[in-house]
C-alpha cells in the first residue's frame, strides 16, 4: 500500500484547499494518508483525521521557518513516502526546500488552490510565498490546480511546469440531495461571508430592484446579519424588508439550506474554483453567477452567468429564472445534478488524483 504525505499550511480552517484534502483521505482506502500542518491542527476534520495513519503540526510562525524545514525534512525521511502532495503556496515552497539534497526524493505535486486574479493585492506573507514559487516552481514532479482560471493566471505570473493539471474540487453526492418541489414565491439563495470579494454591494442592489417581485431571498454567511453594521446599512440603503430578504448570519447545516432553496445565487468579484457552485448544483439548484474564476465552466448552460459588479444583469438573471414554467424548472433541477455526478463527484475527483500520482518524475 503506497504511502501519501500531504502537507498542508494549516488543518485548522475552514476553507476549500482543506475540505479536499479531507475528503479525499476519506475517499483513498488504498493509500496511506500521512498529514503535515505547518501550523496548526485541530478536530475540524477529525473524520479524515481518524483516516490517516499519523499526522503533524509544526506550529511555524514565519520566524521558526529554518527549523520547521529541518522538522519537516526530519518527518520525510522518516516516512519514506511514495508520493508528497502540497496544499497550498506556503506549504508548496517549505516542501520542496525541505527535500533538496535528499536522495530517493518522492515525487512531489505542488497543489494550488487560490485565485491570482489581483497579485499586488495579496499579504506580503503570499507575496513572498508567490516569489519563491516562481523560483521553485519547475522541481516539483507537477502542479495541480483546482481550477482552469487559476492554471491560467499561475502560468502567466511565471509558474512554470510542463507537467500542470486542472482537478476540480469535488463533493461527496450523497450529502447534497435535490428538493423537487418548488417554493412560492420562489426563494433565492445566497451563502458566503461578509467580505470585499463576495460582491454584497450589488447582491443588495440587486435585492432591491426586484423587491416589488415575488421572490424571497435567503443570505447566509458569517457577517451576514443586521449585526453587522455594513450590512444594517446596505438594508437600510435600500429599505428592503424583512419578510422579502431573510438575513440568515453563518449557518452549519448547507445540506439543509440548499433543500429550503430554488436556486443559487453567487454575486463574487473574485474566485478561484467556487465550491459553493458545485455544492448547489448537487443539491439540483440552477446557478445565478458573476463570471469569475470557473464559475462559467461549472455552470454552463444550466444557469446564467453574468458580469462581476453588475446588478442589473444579476436582477435580471433571476427574474428570468423565477419566469421560468414548473416544467423547466424541474428539468433543470435534473440537469444540474447529473452536471455533477458526471464532473464533480468526490470519487471520480479521487481517482483523478491517484492516477497524477502514479506519473513519474
Known sequence: MKKVL????????????????????????????YVVALIDINDTYQSALQCCEAYYALHWNGVN???????????????QPDVIQGWMYHANVLTSLSVMGLHNKPNI????????????????STK?????????????????YCAYSSLEQHQNFGLNNANSHVIANGVFLDKFQPNFELNSPTVIGFAGRYHAAKGYPYLFEAMAKLKDEPI???????????ENPEVKALFEQYQLSTNKVQLLGQISDMPAFYQSIDAFLMTSITEGFPNVLVEAMA?????????????????????????PRDADALATAILNYVNLSVTEKLELKQLTRQRVE???SIGNVSQQYAATWRQQA
Request: charged content about 15%; aromatic content about 6%.
Open 109 to 124: 505535486f505542488w497543489g494550488i488552490h487560490h485565485s491570482l486574479a489581483s497579485p499586488k493585492d495579496e499579504s506580503i
Open 65 to 79: 521557518t529554518i527549523q520547521s524545514i529541518l522538522k519537516l525534512r526530519k518527518i520525510i525521511k522518516a516516512l
Open 283 to 307: 443539491s439540483g439548484l440552477p446557478c445565478i453567477s458573476t463570471d469569475v474564476g470557473d464559475a462559467r465552466y461549472i455552470v454552463q448552460e444550466f444557469g446564467s452567468i453574468v458580469p
Open 6 to 33: 500531504h502537507i498542508i499550511t494549516s488543518f485548522a480552517a475552514v476553507g476549500g484547499a482543506e475540505m479536499m484534502l479531507s475528503r479525499l483521505i476519506q475517499t483513498q482506502p488504498d493509500y496511506k494518508h
Open 128 to 144: 513572498i510565498a508567490l516569489v519563491l514559487s516562481k523560483i521553485l516552481a519547475s522541481q516539483p514532479t507537477g502542479i495541480i
Open 216 to 226: 424571497i431571498f435567503k443570505i447566509a454567511g458569517r457577517g451576514a446579519s443586521v
Open 342 to 344: 458526471q464532473n464533480f
